[in-house]
C-alpha cells in the first residue's frame, strides 16, 4: 500500500531515521520499522533495505574491487612440503584420503629402505611429526601443483559372445558381493592405439571385489589360449583361493576352453547384462587408473613392448596391493540436510584387509608381511618410471602417426573435376 508521498519525502524520512536505526537495539529497529511501514506503506523488507542503505556514508556503494585477502602463514614448514612431494610420488599419486592413512607406512618402509635419512635432504624427525599430523584436505592442498593430468581417452573392443552365455548365470550391479575374498571381477584392456586394425597386446585385469586385491597381466592378443594363460598365472600368484570370476559378455571369456577350465578348477563363473558397465564397475575403475594411468593410451603389438608391461604391471602390483589404502562402500546415510549419501570403511591396503579376513595361515601371514616390508616404495616408483620411459621410446611415434593417419584431409578430392550444368536451347 503506497502513501502518497513524494520521493523527495522518501528520501527525508528515511534519512531521519536511518543513523538511529543501524544504532538501535532489535526492539527499538522493530518500532522504527512500524513507524517507517505507517507513514510511507513500504513494506518491512522494504523499509530495512532503504534504512541500511541510507546509512552508509557517501561513496560506499557496492564493492565492485575487494582487496587481495593476505595468505596466513603457513602452518608446515616448507621442508615438509618438498619431502610430502617425494613421498606422495613414491606412492604412486595417491589422494590426501588414501595417503594420510598410509603415510606411517610409506614413510617407515623409505626410512628402511635409506631414501629418507634424518638430517638429509631436509628430512628430520620434525619434518616426520608434521607430515604425520597432515590431515587429508592439507595433503591434497600442499600436492595441488604437482598434480598430473589424464591422458586421451581409448576403444572399446568388446564383442558379444553367443557360445555358452545362457548357460551363465548373470550378475547385476545390485547383486551383494561375497563376503570372503576370492571372488573376483575381470576385464580385458585394448592396446590399440587409435585403430583397431591388426593385431594388438591386451592386458588382463583382476580385482577381488571384498579386498581389492588386484592381478594384471598382458598378453599377444585376446585369443583364449592366451586369455586362459593369464588366468592360470593370476590364480597361481594371488596368494589365496581364487573362488569365482565374474567377467563382461566377450568370446575371449565365454568359450568352452575357458570355462572347462574353470569347472576343474571348481571356480563358478558369472556374467554382467550386456551394455550394463555399472554390473562391473570395480574393474572399470580399475582399467582406468590402474592400466591406462600406468601404461597409457599407445598402441603396443610387439613382443618387446609386452615385456615391458609385463615388468611394468608387476611393480604396479606390488604397489596397489601392499601399500595403497583403498575405500569400500559399507551402506548408506544421511547428511545434516537429510540427503541421501554413501558410506565408506576406513582407507585399509588390500593386504590389511586380507589379513582382516582371517583366510590365511600364520606361515602365509609372516610371508606376505615380510615381502611387504622388503619393498622400497622409492626405488618401486623410479623402476615404473624408467619402465614407463621406454614404453614411450617404443610407442609414442608410432601411436602418434596412426593418429595423424586416422585424421580426414581438409581439402577436397579435386581429382574427378567438376560437372558443370548444361544449359538447353531455348
Not at 259 to 282: G, L, V
Not at 310 to 332: A, C, E, M, S
Amino acid at each position: 500500500m503506497e502513501s502518497g508521498l513524494s520521493m523527495s519525502s522518501h528520501a527525508e524520512i528515511t534519512a531521519r531515521f536511518a543513523k538511529a536505526y543501524v544504532k538501535a537495539s532489535k526492539a527499538q529497529k522493530g518500532q522504527i520499522l512500524d513507524q517507517v511501514v505507517e507513514v510511507t506503506g513500504w513494506s518491512r523488507d522494504n523499509a530495512r533495505r532503504r534504512l541500511t542503505t541510507a546509512a552508509r556514508p557517501p561513496g560506499a556503494g557496492r564493492q565492485v574491487a575487494k582487496q587481495p585477502r593476505r595468505q596466513r602463514n603457513p602452518k608446515y614448514s616448507y621442508d615438509a612440503l618438498k619431502v610430502l612431494q617425494k613421498v606422495w610420488a613414491a606412492s604412486g599419486g595417491q589422494c590426501g584420503r588414501y595417503l594420510v592413512t598410509s603415510m606411517a607406512l610409506q614413510l617407515d618402509a623409505l626410512e628402511r629402505h635409506g631414501e629418507l635419512v634424518a638430517d638429509q635432504d631436509r628430512y628430520s624427525s620434525e619434518v616426520r611429526a608434521e607430515l604425520l599430523a597432515m590431515s587429508s584436505a592439507t595433503i591434497d592442498r600442499y600436492l595441488r601443483g604437482a598434480k598430473a593430468r589424464d591422458q586421451i581417452k581409448g576403444k572399446s573392443t568388446t564383442k558379444p559372445s553367443l557360445l555358452l552365455r545362457s548357460s551363465i548365470k548373470i550378475r547385476k550391479a545390485t547383486d551383494e558381493v561375497e563376503a570372503s575374498p576370492g571372488f573376483f571381477e575381470g576385464d580385458t584392456v585394448a592396446h590399440c592405439g587409435p585403430t583397431l586394425k591388426g593385431e594388438f597386446g591386451r592386458t588382463l585385469n583382476l580385482t577381488d571385489m571384498h579386498i581389492g586385491w588386484v592381478f594384471t597381466r598382458t598378453v599377444r592378443n585376446n585369443a583364449h589360449t592366451h586369455i586362459l594363460a593369464a588366468l592360470k598365472s593370476g590364480v597361481h600368484e594371488i596368494p589365496y583361493e581364487v573362488t569365482g570370476l565374474d567377467f563382461d559378455n566377450g568370446t575371449e571369456f565365454l568359450n568352452k576352453a575357458v570355462i572347462k577350465w574353470a569347472a576343474e578348477m571348481e571356480i563358478f563363473f558369472t556374467r554382467s547384462r550386456p551394455y550394463k558397465k555399472n554390473d562391473q564397475a570395480t574393474i572399470e575403475s580399475k582399467n582406468n587408473h590402474l592400466v591406462r594411468k600406468c601404461g597409457f593410451y599407445y598402441r603396443y603389438d610387439t613382443d618387446e613392448e609386452r615385456a615391458v608391461l609385463n615388468r611394468l604391471w608387476r611393480l604396479v602390483n606390488d604397489r596397489f596391493n601392499y601399500l595403497t589404502p583403498t575405500i569400500k562402500p559399507i551402506g548408506y546415510g544421511s547428511n545434516r540436510d537429510g540427503q541421501r549419501r554413501r558410506l565408506y570403511d576406513k582407507p585399509m591396503t588390500p593386504l590389511e584387509r586380507l589379513l582382516a579376513a582371517r583366510v590365511l595361515s600364520p606361515a602365509q601371514e609372516t610371508e606376505l608381511l615380510a615381502y611387504r616390508d622388503s619393498l622400497n616404495p622409492a626405488a618401486i616408483g623410479r623402476q615404473i618410471a624408467d619402465l614407463q620411459t621406454a614404453l614411450i621410446r617404443l610407442a609414442k611415434d608410432k601411436t602418434e602417426q596412426l593418429y595423424l593417419a586416422a585424421i580426414p584431409s581438409a581439402l577436397p578430392d579435386i581429382r574427378a573435376g567438376v560437372r558443370l550444368k548444361h544449359k538447353t536451347a531455348s
